[in-house]
């Protein structure tokens, strides 16, 4: 059992910057990929980015490429989201997830999530 806990969600204008940050419970994330979710109301869960489990490879939704990087931050046994140039659409609830396989990353099949946390970016 893993648990996660995100953090760093608020509010913001546009084009603001806000940084996520997913950390386990009770024990180090070396062997489970990571992935960020957010979903906004009335809408679909959608994907946002994900690391394999050594941080080799990052993935991401073509609508965050270029402005959201996903990291893994190892020394506190964590994972982020760094969020730049938000734009109104980027509002919605946040989710990490995390799998002891890389082959999901791509997917919603993620074994273990976090709570969320609310990013609001205004206009």
């Known amino acids: 059992q893993v648990q996660l806990v995100e953090s760093g969600g608020g509010l913001v204008q546009a084009g603001g910057s806000l940084r996520l940050s997913c950390a386990a419970s009770?024990?180090?994330?070396?062997?489970?990929?990571m992935g960020w979710f957010r979903q906004a109301p009335g809408k679909e869960r959608e994907f946002v980015a994900a690391?394999?489990?050594?941080?080799?490879?990052?993935y991401y939704a073509d609508s965050v490429k270029g402005r959201f990087t996903i990291s893994r931050v190892n020394a506190k046994n964590a994972v982020s989201l760094q969020m730049d140039s938000l734009k109104p659409e980027d509002t919605a609830v946040y989710y990490c997830?995390?799998?002891?396989?890389?082959?999901?990353?791509?997917?919603?099949?993620?074994?273990?999530w976090g709570q969320g946390t609310q990013v609001t970016v205004s206009s």
């Open positions: 997830a995390a799998d002891s396989r890389d082959r999901i990353v791509l997917t919603s099949s993620y074994a273990y």
């Open positions: 009770g024990r180090t994330f070396n062997n489970y990929a």
């Open positions: 690391i394999t489990r050594s941080g080799g490879t990052t």
